[in-house]
């Protein structure tokens, strides 16, 4: 089966510009996530989306994250303005509950604010 | 909720040599736990996942974990490491119930020594 797809792979923005990534989740799985990872830190969840509705955003920065995922597939993970402390590897999963949890990842898009 | 510590951000071994990866989490509920591995500029991909069961389990490219519930322990082991083994491994869990959404720990950096 074809994996989770991101572009762009790589981002170099200055602060307070905006950039969007995007993200196509493995066929039929229902829940996709974001994660943000900083470098030298684990992966930290910023949104999950259950179809199209948003399951869990607490960790979400609202004032400047949106995201969304129309018709319950692909997803877009936007950031306006960037600050230089969004310079992070994001990375999109999907995972079918059903499926004994397993998260399937994308190969991530690297993001540098200058 | 639920949380993941894993105690050495870097592990240095040589070559043949065995490793064992430390893992504990800490949760009020029932869980699954996950090894992954992050090679350089690329997302995660699964070692191996612990269900239910057997508290020892085999993943991919040899490695192994045991998991121990009095000791709220998932620790990952490989008798002889390879100089491709060279990566960043998170530890993670969800709940058994609810939420399916992956906690991750910081990471431990595993260099192999020629």
């Known amino acids: 089966e074809a994996g989770v797809a991101q572009s762009p792979r790589y981002k170099i923005i200055e602060k307070r510009q905006s950039v969007a990534f995007w993200c196509n989740p493995i066929s039929g799985h229902a829940t996709l996530y974001w994660y943000q990872q900083i470098l030298g830190q684990g992966p930290k969840l910023l949104i999950q989306?259950?179809?199209?509705?948003?399951?869990?955003d607490s960790q979400l920065p609202k004032d400047r994250f949106s995201a969304e995922r129309l018709k319950g597939v692909d997803s877009t993970l936007k950031i306006q303005p960037a600050k230089l402390e969004d310079s992070a590897v994001y990375l999109c999963a999907s995972s079918d509950r059903n499926r004994d949890r397993e998260a399937f990842f994308g190969q991530g898009t690297r993001l540098t604010v200058v | 909720a639920q949380s993941v510590t894993q105690l050495d951000s870097q592990v240095p071994v040589f070559e043949e040599a065995p490793v064992e990866l430390r893992c504990n989490y800490s949760?009020?509920?029932?869980?699954?736990l996950f090894w992954y591995v992050q090679y350089p500029n690329q997302g995660l991909q699964l070692l191996l996942k612990y269900l239910s069961g057997s508290t020892l389990v085999k993943g991919i490219n040899g490695f192994e974990a045991e998991f121990n519930k009095s000791q709220t322990s998932f620790h990952l082991r490989k008798p002889s490491v390879h100089i491709s083994d060279t990566a960043e491994y998170f530890c993670a869990v969800t709940a058994f119930f609810g939420n399916e959404k992956l906690t991750f720990g910081t990471g431990t950096r595993l260099t192999i020594i020629p």
């Open positions: 949760s009020s509920v029932s869980v699954y």
């Open positions: 989306f259950q179809n199209n509705g948003v399951v869990d």
